[in-house]
């Protein structure tokens, strides 16, 4: 992911700001210079991802590629030219997931783009007659001196900790929605956008055995196009299928593979995890959480001022010994993969939705799926706006009265409501054409696009992040499959049933343990819902007997409970909040009911998140660093 910021205007003072806040969140940064417009991207990230010639300059944060493999300076001259002159969305001979701007001088004009769901963040703001941007909101709200925005800072501390609509923390500084195109020409015609709709195209007829080769062909294409030239990877690998469908994907070829697990050698994850990287002939590599679930702010605060994304303290380990390992290496993710279970149709991946499921595909009986109609989705419009709203108003308690101070609940539901618009009508944009899938795309554009996203983010302090499941053409088939082969795993499992996963299908996973893949459907459901009910009577027994020291799974597995009695845990969350914005004593309890086993551990998320938040907004509003303590910024002028 790179990391770059950019100006287009007279105002000296906004450049100097803007350069000084680059420098203290990136330290030493590369900056060019077209007319008006200077960009500044972190020095690290200047070759591969800055595009520069004599009348475009741009910058890209992940990747677009055509089919040629993903070979930067190749194929970067090509998509700036691409979305920035040619007609919006880009066509199916381009992938990948992106973010980018460009200035041309030609046409006086700023262009920022991003990909169908938009996870790599793109922030612009209007600074008097001049345009700003970049991928850093602590850049530009250290330029701009913007203040808190009590509704954008709600909604981020608030499950599943997403901005609606292109509502960010700050006041006046907006974020680019999912698909878009915005244009911003310095002549005055002001900001024009466009939308790729792409997803959700007509709904193939093919059999299930068809689409699940179709749909492996696809990502293995994808993976090969990630990868490109490079020799050496990392693949981010679990005791699941979504990481194995990478492992399996990787181009049989002189390939260095590593494999990196968070959790200890002794959980059934982790070996799970080193039997399928063995499989492919891949090292594999662990690294415990124990001590790094809730570091201490010192040791998150620099990768917060580069990332904005410190959520997931699993992957401490892990980063810390990437960025110890220079250079950057790409690192595979089977983030998304989960798509081709259509998991995120939640009518039909709750508990009872399955087990009825289940019975019905016993006798015969198919699942009904509802058309869309202006009726169902106006419906859906109306229940979703109900839900979120009562959650985030509930959440209330937890910000600061200087930050709610001036602001009633009445006008917060109805900034709330004036977002969710915007965010349905991405939704009904892509006109799904069955109801389920409203909740798939608002999910992919909101959980995923702001959890997942941030995971990336956070990951690209130490590698080069790459998602294949991500990706643009991967998504826009995937949502043109019908969803009745993809409920159930059924395309999923006839994937695992395809020849070239012979080997890793041997392997159990972490959710259904001990037989293999390939065991009956039938075979497979039994296990997974006895080890799942299991869980849950050991669980609920611990909860009760606050016993920690006993079994608390069926199967040897993180034990968080530890973390949470950690001696420096409580000092640890609590260093996390300044008070100025988000109260940390609600958050604090959490920490000891989970402790006191009053609640379970599985998670910490719900504390990160809006710890994340607190601290970006005390680097927001901090005073830029004077000229002396200062990272040298070189120049690079295009003329």
């Not at 199916?92 to 991003?114: D, R």
């Not at 469908?245 to 994850?269: A, F, M, Q, R, W």
Request: hydrophobic residues 40%.
């Amino acid at each position: 992911m790179a990391k770059f910021c950019f100006y287009n205007g007279d105002d000296v003072n906004v450049v100097n700001r803007l350069r000084l806040a680059a420098v203290f969140c990136w330290g030493e940064v590369e900056e060019a210079v077209l007319d008006s417009f200077r960009l500044f991207i972190a020095a690290e990230d200047h070759r591969l991802f800055h595009c520069r010639t004599a009348t475009v300059i741009g910058a890209i944060s992940g990747y677009a590629q055509t089919d040629i493999g993903l070979n930067y300076q190749s194929c970067t001259a090509e998509f700036f030219s691409e979305f920035s002159d040619n007609k919006w969305p880009l066509g199916n001979e381009w992938t990948g997931s992106f973010a980018a701007a460009a200035y041309s001088s030609a046409k006086e004009e700023i262009t920022l783009c991003n990909d169908v769901i938009g996870h790599f963040p793109l922030y612009y703001a209007h600074v008097g007659k001049g345009f700003i941007g970049g991928t850093s909101l602590i850049a530009l709200g250290r330029s701009l001196g913007s203040e808190a925005d009590a509704v954008g800072v709600l909604q981020r501390i608030t499950v599943p900790f997403c901005n609606y609509g292109r509502r960010t923390l700050l006041k006046n500084i907006f974020r680019l929605l999912p698909g878009e195109r915005l244009k911003w020409n310095a002549n005055g015609l002001g900001v024009r956008s466009e939308y790729d709709n792409s997803l959700c195209g007509m709904i193939t007829k093919t059999d299930l055995h068809s689409s699940a080769r179709e749909v492996w062909d696809c990502l293995q294409n994808e993976i090969a196009t990630a990868i490109g030239n490079c020799q050496k990877i990392s693949i981010a690998t679990s005791g699941g299928w979504d990481s194995r469908l990478i492992l399996g994907g990787i181009p049989k070829s002189k390939l260095s593979v590593n494999c990196l697990t968070y959790g200890s050698e002794g959980l059934y994850e982790t070996r799970i995890a080193r039997r399928c990287a063995e499989a492919i002939g891949a090292s594999h590599e662990y690294f415990p959480i124990e001590g790094k679930y809730f570091p201490a702010r010192r040791q998150i605060e620099t990768l917060v001022k580069e990332t904005e994304s410190a959520n997931y303290f699993e992957w401490f380990g892990i980063i810390e010994n990437g960025r110890s390992n220079r250079p950057k290496v790409p690192l595979l993710l089977g983030d998304l993969c989960e798509s081709i279970d259509g998991r995120y149709m939640t009518a039909f991946s709750t508990r009872k939705a399955r087990i009825a499921s289940f019975l019905g595909g016993m006798i015969g009986k198919r699942e009904i799926f509802e058309e869309s109609s202006v009726a169902a989705f106006e419906r859906w419009c109306d229940e979703k706006t109900i839900e979120i709203t009562s959650g985030l108003l509930a959440n209330l308690k937890h910000l600061s009265a200087e930050l709610t101070g001036s602001v009633s609940d009445k006008q917060i539901a109805a900034a709330i409501a004036d977002d969710l618009k915007i965010s349905f009508a991405r939704v009904g944009d892509n006109a799904p054409p069955f109801a389920a899938m409203y909740d798939e795309l608002f999910i992919w554009f909101h959980r995923i696009r702001f959890l997942l996203g941030n995971q990336i983010s956070w990951l690209s302090s130490a590698f080069n992040p790459i998602s294949p499941g991500l990706s643009t053409r991967f998504l826009r088939l995937i949502t043109s499959i019908h969803p009745q082969q993809r409920i159930r795993k059924r395309l999923m499992n006839a994937i695992v049933d395809l020849p070239e996963f012979d080997q890793l299908s041997r392997i159990p996973s972490a959710q259904i343990p001990f037989i293999s893949s390939r065991a009956p459907g039938l075979i497979r459901d039994v296990f997974w819902g006895l080890r799942s009910a299991l869980d849950q009577i050991l669980i609920k027994r611990t909860l009760k007997s606050k016993n920690a020291g006993g079994r608390q799974r069926v199967l040897p597995s993180l034990d968080y409970v530890k973390e949470y009695r950690r001696s420096s845990t409580n000092e640890n969350v609590e260093g996390w909040f300044s008070g100025s914005y988000i109260k940390s004593g609600g958050y604090l309890r959490l920490v000891r009911e989970r402790a006191d086993l009053d609640a379970w551990t599985l998670i910490n998320v719900d504390i990160a998140a809006p710890a994340n938040v607190s601290i970006i907004l005390d680097l927001c509003r901090s005073e830029p660093q004077s000229p002396a303590t200062n990272t040298v910024a070189t120049a690079v002028v295009c003329t």
